[in-house]
Protein backbone atom coordinates (compact mmCIF):
# COMPACT_ATOMS: atom_id res chain seq x y z
CA UNK A 1 0.00 0.00 0.00
CA UNK A 2 1.35 3.47 -0.76
CA UNK A 3 1.49 6.04 2.34
CA UNK A 4 0.46 9.74 0.55
CA UNK A 5 3.37 12.36 2.07
CA UNK A 6 2.48 15.69 2.96
CA UNK A 7 5.78 17.03 2.21
CA UNK A 8 5.00 19.04 -1.18
CA UNK A 9 7.90 19.71 -4.19
CA UNK A 10 8.20 23.14 -4.37
CA UNK A 11 6.85 23.40 -7.59
CA UNK A 12 3.28 22.28 -6.35
CA UNK A 13 0.47 24.38 -7.07
CA UNK A 14 -3.29 23.84 -6.32
CA UNK A 15 -5.77 23.15 -8.70
CA UNK A 16 -7.73 26.42 -7.78
CA UNK A 17 -5.97 29.29 -6.58
CA UNK A 18 -7.29 30.53 -3.07
CA UNK A 19 -8.77 27.21 -1.90
CA UNK A 20 -5.56 25.94 0.18
CA UNK A 21 -2.12 26.39 0.31
CA UNK A 22 0.57 24.15 0.03
CA UNK A 23 3.90 23.65 2.07
CA UNK A 24 4.72 23.35 5.93
CA UNK A 25 1.66 24.99 6.53
CA UNK A 26 -0.91 22.91 4.04
CA UNK A 27 -4.44 23.82 4.81
CA UNK A 28 -7.97 24.50 3.01
CA UNK A 29 -8.50 28.62 3.15
CA UNK A 30 -11.93 29.77 4.31
CA UNK A 31 -13.16 32.77 5.12
CA UNK A 32 -14.23 33.98 8.92
CA UNK A 33 -17.07 36.78 9.57
CA UNK A 34 -15.47 39.52 12.50
CA UNK A 35 -19.10 40.03 13.33
CA UNK A 36 -20.39 36.49 14.04
CA UNK A 37 -17.39 34.48 14.01
CA UNK A 38 -19.31 32.28 11.52
CA UNK A 39 -16.52 30.24 9.41
CA UNK A 40 -16.94 29.67 5.35
CA UNK A 41 -15.57 27.70 3.08
CA UNK A 42 -14.62 28.39 0.06
CA UNK A 43 -13.49 31.46 1.26
CA UNK A 44 -16.65 34.57 0.55
CA UNK A 45 -16.84 38.05 0.41
CA UNK A 46 -20.05 38.28 3.11
CA UNK A 47 -21.29 35.77 5.61
CA UNK A 48 -23.92 34.04 4.74
CA UNK A 49 -24.64 33.44 8.68
CA UNK A 50 -25.30 37.27 9.43
CA UNK A 51 -25.18 39.16 6.01
CA UNK A 52 -22.43 41.36 7.36
CA UNK A 53 -19.72 42.02 4.85
CA UNK A 54 -16.77 42.29 7.58
CA UNK A 55 -15.18 39.22 6.89
CA UNK A 56 -11.25 37.84 7.04
CA UNK A 57 -10.27 35.94 4.25
CA UNK A 58 -7.52 33.35 3.72
CA UNK A 59 -8.81 31.97 6.93
CA UNK A 60 -6.76 28.49 7.73
CA UNK A 61 -9.12 26.04 8.38
CA UNK A 62 -8.60 23.01 10.53
CA UNK A 63 -7.24 19.57 8.82
CA UNK A 64 -8.89 16.76 10.60
CA UNK A 65 -12.75 16.45 11.56
CA UNK A 66 -15.83 13.68 11.20
CA UNK A 67 -17.72 12.12 8.34
CA UNK A 68 -21.25 13.83 8.23
CA UNK A 69 -22.95 12.02 5.09
CA UNK A 70 -21.45 10.26 2.37
CA UNK A 71 -22.18 8.65 -0.87
CA UNK A 72 -21.15 6.35 -3.38
CA UNK A 73 -20.45 7.71 -6.77
CA UNK A 74 -20.80 4.58 -9.48
CA UNK A 75 -21.54 7.43 -12.56
CA UNK A 76 -18.59 9.93 -13.34
CA UNK A 77 -18.31 12.11 -16.34
CA UNK A 78 -15.27 10.35 -18.38
CA UNK A 79 -12.23 10.08 -17.53
CA UNK A 80 -13.15 10.10 -13.38
CA UNK A 81 -12.51 6.48 -11.85
CA UNK A 82 -15.64 5.27 -10.33
CA UNK A 83 -16.35 3.65 -7.63
CA UNK A 84 -15.39 6.92 -5.32
CA UNK A 85 -16.46 8.15 -1.77
CA UNK A 86 -17.77 12.12 -1.51
CA UNK A 87 -18.69 13.46 1.66
CA UNK A 88 -19.92 16.09 3.53
CA UNK A 89 -16.91 16.95 6.75
CA UNK A 90 -17.73 18.47 9.56
CA UNK A 91 -13.86 20.19 10.47
CA UNK A 92 -13.36 20.60 13.95
CA UNK A 93 -13.72 24.24 13.37
CA UNK A 94 -17.43 23.85 12.70
CA UNK A 95 -17.25 24.54 8.88
CA UNK A 96 -18.46 21.68 6.90
CA UNK A 97 -17.02 20.44 3.25
CA UNK A 98 -17.68 18.07 0.49
CA UNK A 99 -14.90 16.23 -0.49
CA UNK A 100 -13.51 12.99 -2.06
CA UNK A 101 -12.86 10.53 0.79
CA UNK A 102 -10.37 8.36 0.31
CA UNK A 103 -10.79 4.86 2.12
CA UNK A 104 -8.60 2.28 0.33
CA UNK A 105 -12.03 0.32 -0.44
CA UNK A 106 -12.58 -0.07 3.35
CA UNK A 107 -16.49 0.82 4.23
CA UNK A 108 -16.73 4.14 5.89
CA UNK A 109 -19.76 5.49 8.28
CA UNK A 110 -21.36 8.64 9.56
CA UNK A 111 -19.31 10.23 12.24
CA UNK A 112 -15.65 8.19 11.87
CA UNK A 113 -12.80 10.92 12.10
CA UNK A 114 -11.39 11.74 9.13
CA UNK A 115 -7.92 13.77 8.43
CA UNK A 116 -6.96 15.95 5.29
CA UNK A 117 -4.40 15.33 2.65
CA UNK A 118 -3.26 17.23 -0.20
CA UNK A 119 -2.23 14.67 -3.44
CA UNK A 120 -0.59 15.55 -6.62
CA UNK A 121 -3.40 14.68 -9.70
CA UNK A 122 -0.90 12.48 -11.51
CA UNK A 123 1.91 12.97 -12.74
CA UNK A 124 1.67 16.70 -12.42
CA UNK A 125 2.53 19.45 -10.10
CA UNK A 126 -1.25 20.44 -9.75
CA UNK A 127 -2.43 19.44 -6.17
CA UNK A 128 -6.29 18.46 -5.05
CA UNK A 129 -7.36 17.78 -1.45
CA UNK A 130 -8.92 14.59 -0.05
CA UNK A 131 -9.59 13.22 3.45
CA UNK A 132 -8.66 9.84 4.80
CA UNK A 133 -9.64 8.01 7.32
CA UNK A 134 -7.49 8.14 10.64
CA UNK A 135 -7.47 4.53 11.28
CA UNK A 136 -6.24 4.08 7.48
CA UNK A 137 -4.08 7.01 7.87
CA UNK A 138 -2.25 5.15 10.84
CA UNK A 139 -2.35 2.36 9.58
CA UNK A 140 -0.08 3.77 6.95
CA UNK A 141 2.00 5.98 8.66
CA UNK A 142 2.82 2.94 10.83
CA UNK A 143 3.71 0.58 7.65
Do not use: W
Request: with cysteine; proline share 7%; hydrophobic share 30%.
Amino acid sequence: MTSHSTNYSAGGRPFRDGLFTLGESAALLGSECRSCGARQFPARDFCPSCNGDDVETDVALARSGSVYSFTVVHQAPPGRQTPYTLAYVDLEDGVRVMAQIDSGGRPIEVGDPVALEFRPHGDSDVYGYVFVPEIRRNKEAAE
